[in-house]
């Protein structure tokens, strides 16, 4: 009861309203006029590992091959049963996928799971499924380890999935370029505007 009422006055304090406690699907996570929340900085993380992931269709697929493949991406770190910020998060992609339709260069959509001990491939897919994931937003799941050292190399790991931070992060698809990082809840719109800002000024210092 405690933890419906905390989750309740997050989503409130956010601008976000779930219509039915327990089930955060994107048709039921309404963002609000002043739904962000959050700070971003710019970082170059040269040092992470470029580990074995499965896709929730079973398929076997290296990081640097899914990230460094020339198109532009937007990751999280999620976990299907999280009851807090992973389906504020997921919510805000279901959206940005929509808008992300008309961009120029569209956006790759990844989202790993942190619990891959419990997220099996089928669970990721009914997790997509509940957010009406499209082809260009990816679900995947790997080894424990693997993933916790993924985590570090983002300086996004904090101990267990339960002290887990709202973190989305955005590269340009090239090896070795730099990845903008937004902590806390941004709006579908102000992801993408973050998106064509940070990609605008990528293709700025690549000229």
């Not at 937007?74 to 976990?79: N, R, T």
């Not at 120029?104 to 897919?125: A, C, G, R, V, Y």
């Amino acid at each position: 009861m405690i933890l419906k009422f905390a989750i309740a006055l997050l989503f409130s304090a956010l601008g976000f309203i779930p219509v039915q406690a327990g089930d955060f699907s994107a048709a039921q996570v309404k963002p609000g006029k002043t739904s962000s929340r959050y700070q971003k900085s710019v970082q170059a993380f040269h040092q992470i590992p470029n580990i074995e992931l499965v896709t929730m269709n079973g398929q076997k697929i290296k990081f640097s091959q899914l990230v460094y493949s020339g198109q532009p991406v937007i990751l999280d770190f999620i976990f299907a049963s999280c009851p807090t910020f992973c389906p504020l998060l997921s919510a805000t992609f279901a959206k940005a996928q929509q808008l992300a339709a008309d961009e120029d260069i569209k956006p790759k959509f990844i989202s790993i799971t942190i619990d891959p001990e419990n997220d099996t491939p089928k669970k990721l897919k009914a997790y997509a499924e509940k957010f009406h994931a499209g082809p260009d937003w990816h679900f995947l799941t790997g080894e424990f380890d693997q993933i916790t050292a993924l985590q570090q190399a983002f300086s996004a790991f904090y101990g267990d999935k339960i002290s887990h931070r709202a973190l989305i992060f955005v590269n340009s698809g090239q090896p070795g370029s730099d990845w903008l990082r937004l902590e806390g809840f941004s709006s579908a719109s102000n992801l993408l505007a973050e998106y064509r800002n940070f990609m605008a000024k990528t293709r700025a210092g690549t000229e």
